[in-house]
């Protein structure tokens, strides 16, 4: 009787000590809710907030970057007009300056007789005779409309035995196979058009656009007047003027040329938005302008270019 217990003890105990298999997992009702609309509508909200100021912030840096752009393009085609406005300018009525103008020898070159020469090929053809075609094919202008000229000589240069002709106008001519005798003069003829272009015509081989997006385009002239006080010595008169005030070209000492470029790009133009126009007094309000203008970045460009052959012409 012992041993049958002891043996059904045995086996008591071997069955408490033996692992115990779990059994099915109960889920709970609160285990397998998903989200409610409630939170599915304010994630959506926050995503597409998200989004919005991301777009938003894209937008301001592209308006940036365009306006940055678009200055940057006004400026460089500003920077362009003045250059080569500056380099035909400069040159305005100059005539070639001859070292030895009588042909006298000598051994001392400071002593050489020293002239300006008033053809370009020294022949004795009046029609080309400069002190006759100034100061209206050498220098003048219509406050809209700037001609400008210079003497037109060939010199030795190192790549050829033929001398050349290396003056150019504004369009790059004329070429050194028309000749001396049919080009001695370098002209220029900067004038604005009917589309809103700077263009410059030159020896007459048809007028071509240097820049665009030119909103007005003015040429004042630095004259050395000849009333009180320029008549005491050291203390000369100058003062800005007009074309049409322009009396003798020979007084023209320098040129004020003005240029005001709007840009390409629309931008949002704030209230009070203005410039002052080349006439100095003007103050436009770029708020108000119309048609290709409107709504478009305006600065304006002045320089002063001093004449060099002032005094001779």
């Keep these: 009787m ?4 002891t043996i059904a003890c045995g086996a008591c105990s071997s069955a408490s000590s033996a692992p115990k298999h779990p059994g099915p997992l109960i889920s709970t009702p609160r285990a397998q809710r998903g989200i409610t609309l409630i939170e599915l509508m304010v994630g959506i ?3 597409l907030l998200v989004v919005a100021v991301a777009i938003s912030a894209l937008m301001v840096s592209r308006g940036v970057s365009g306006t940055v752009s678009d200055a940057s393009s006004i400026q460089q085609q500003a920077a362009y007009a003045l250059r080569l406005l500056g380099g035909q300018l400069r040159q305005a009525g100059s005539l070639r300056l001859n070292l030895n103008s009588s042909g006298a020898a000598t051994t001392n070159e400071l002593l050489a007789p020293v002239a300006f020469e008033k053809r370009s090929d020294g022949s004795a053809d009046t029609a080309y005779n400069f002190s006759l075609e100034q100061p209206t094919a050498l220098f003048s202008g219509t406050g809209d409309s700037l001609p400008v000229g210079f003497q037109r000589y060939a010199e030795p240069v190192f790549t050829t035995a033929v001398a050349q002709t290396l003056a150019r106008n504004c369009v790059g001519g004329p070429g050194d196979t028309s000749g001396p005798a049919t080009h001695k003069l370098v002209q220029s003829v900067f004038q604005l058009n009917g589309q809103n272009e700077l ?3 030159g020896n007459g081989a048809g007028a071509q656009a240097i820049i665009q997006n030119v909103a007005n385009f003015r040429v004042r002239y630095v004259v050395q007047s000849a009333a009180p006080p320029a008549t005491t010595p050291g203390a000369p008169l100058t003062q800005y003027v007009a074309a049409s005030a322009v009396t003798n070209w020979g007084q023209v000492q320098g040129v004020e040329v003005c240029l005001v470029l709007y840009g390409s790009e629309a931008i949002a133009m704030p209230d009070g938005s203005s410039y002052t126009d080349c006439d100095g007094e003007t103050a436009v309000d770029m708020t108000t302008l119309t048609g290709v203008r409107a709504k478009r970045m305006h600065l304006v460009f ?10 001779l012409v």
């Design 302 to 311: 002045r320089n002063v270019f001093q004449v060099r052959s002032q005094g």
């Design 2 to 5: 012992r041993s049958s217990k």
């Design 199 to 201: 263009t410059c015509n």
């Design 45 to 47: 909200a926050i995503g």
